[in-house]
């Protein structure tokens, strides 16, 4: 069984940053995918960032060049720079850890709000 535990979601002002965490406990496999979800309203759970094991990242459209995904392996921990927010950033953020054939392990997830 794997944990997952964010932190970091806030209130924020437009084009400001906020960095969220996601730490991981539990028996992670050495090759693995992390990844950032984020939820809005009324709208479909979206991918925002993954990070593989061997650090090939991947972002939505949406968000490039505004959100940096990075690990910290010794803290088995994964994080989610946000620089730039906007508005329509605002949404509640869920990490995952994909590891294996078919586990896939959710965080609990953090909002963020970015005020116009």
């Known amino acids: 069984q794997v944990q997952l535990v964010e932190s970091g979601g806030g209130l924020v002002e437009t084009g400001g940053s906020l960095r969220l965490s996601c730490a991981a406990s539990?028996?992670?496999?050495?090759?693995?995918?992390m990844c950032w979800y984020r939820q809005a309203p009324g709208q479909q759970l979206e991918l925002v960032a993954s990070?593989?094991?061997?650090?090939?990242?991947n972002y939505a459209d949406s968000v490039k060049g505004r959100f940096t995904v990075f690990r910290d392996s010794a803290k088995n921990t994964v994080y989610l720079r946000l620089d730039s927010l906007k508005p329509e950033d605002t949404a509640v953020y869920y990490c995952?850890?994909?590891?294996?054939?078919?586990?896939?392990?959710w965080g609990q997830g953090t909002q963020v709000t970015v005020s116009s």
């Open positions: 995952c850890l994909d590891q294996g054939q078919t586990e896939r392990y």
């Open positions: 990070l593989t094991s061997r650090g090939s990242t």
């Open positions: 539990g028996i992670i496999f050495r090759i693995n995918v």
